[in-house]
């Protein structure tokens, strides 16, 4: 119940072209979910979180949707550029009294120019 | 305003021994995690400080500890090093669970 699910493993875009990565959870519980950008060397870095309340966030080229009778939430790239090119977790926690986040396994963007 | 910063950068260390890694984190964070980040594992959880109280754990063998101190500067432990403790070790610091900042990470080579 604490695994998160994400897919792809690696996705190639042309650039101007639209990114898609979903994630699964199962555990109900959870009630914040972000996503991370990493590139190489570089720690995580938060890119868009969103909690079960809203169904949708945008913020420029990056929009999280969220399923929440599905249990599934999506990061969409819109406009993919080569500078995207990294890797892409997608996280759940719950917010109240677990103090920590689960992690999807990661995706590998790389977005041709 | 600084970030988390995460020392050393790079470590490499024979079997058996044992390594302690530091990170402070962003003024006014006093929530300090650590993850530990593989090519085969991902993201796993270490454990989690607040106040210096950890308030969770995660699945690793007693080998691996941590504490955090008043001024919330936090360090980990891992005694006895074996080979698959090669890895990333990340801290990340927040005021409350919605947001982690993370730093660059130690990479921690056992030879």
């Known amino acids: 119940q604490q695994q998160v699910k994400q897919s792809p493993q690696s996705l190639i875009v042309q650039k101007g072209g639209i990114s898609i990565i979903n994630c699964a959870y199962e555990?109900?519980?959870?009630?914040?979910f972000p996503w991370y950008q990493q590139f190489p060397g570089k720690g995580p870095a938060l890119l868009i979180a969103i909690r079960p309340d809203v169904s949708e966030k945008k913020e420029g080229r990056f929009t999280i949707s969220f399923n929440k009778s599905a249990k599934q939430f999506s990061l969409h790239i819109m406009d993919s550029q080569p500078g995207d090119s990294a890797t892409y977790f997608c996280?759940?926690?719950?917010?109240?009294?677990?103090?920590?986040?689960?992690f999807g396994t990661g995706t590998r963007l790389k977005v041709l120019a | 305003k600084a970030g988390v910063t995460q020392t050393p950068r790079y470590l490499i260390k024979t079997r058996g021994q044992q390594v302690t890694l530091s990170c402070s984190p962003i003024s006014g964070h006093r929530s300090v995690s650590w993850y530990q980040q593989t090519p085969g594992q991902g993201l796993q959880f270490l454990f989690e400080?607040?106040?210096?109280?950890?308030?969770n754990k995660g699945n690793f063998p007693g080998r691996f500890s941590g504490r955090q101190f008043s001024n919330s500067r936090s360090e980990m432990n891992v005694s006895t090093l074996e080979l698959g403790d090669s890895a990333l070790y990340l801290c990340a610091s927040s005021l409350d669970l919605a947001g982690y900042t993370f730093g660059s990470g130690t990479r921690l080579t056992v030879v």
């Open positions: 555990n109900t519980a959870f009630d914040y």
């Open positions: 996280a759940a926690s719950g917010t109240s009294g677990t103090y920590k986040y689960i």
């Open positions: 400080y607040f106040s210096e109280t950890q308030r």
